[in-house]
Nanobody, 115 residues
């Protein structure tokens, strides 16, 4: 089973920045895609950003130009740099890693943006 260590969440003022990181335990796995989803209270989980092993990235329209995803494949770690945060970015952020068409999920980290 894959386990994750997530860090970097917390409380920040609007306009501020946070950097999330997520390290997967199974270093002998090849994760072709790693990324982040988020779920705000009372809303469905939505994709935020993902990055392939080749470095191709996808972003939700709502975060384009503000968030940057990156990864260190040697460490099975994915990062999410979040700038210009808005109150609507408040959510639990979940990292995931995909191997052989199966998604493995982190436990989530809370991000709260105060107005």
């Amino acid at each position: 089973q894959v386990q994750f260590v997530e860090s970097g969440g917390g409380l920040v003022q609007a306009g501020g920045s946070l950097r999330l990181s997520c390290a997967a335990s199974k270093t002998d796995f090849t994760f072709n895609v790693m990324g982040w989803h988020r779920q705000a209270s009372g809303k469905q989980r939505e994709s935020v950003a993902d990055i392939s092993s080749g470095g191709y990235t996808n972003y939700a329209d709502s975060v384009k130009g503000r968030f940057t995803i990156s990864r260190d494949s040697a460490k099975n770690t994915v990062y999410l740099q979040m700038n210009a945060l808005k109150p609507e970015d408040t959510a639990v952020y979940y990292c995931f890693a995909r191997s052989l068409a199966k998604n493995y999920w982190g436990q989530g980290t809370q991000v709260t943006v105060a107005s």
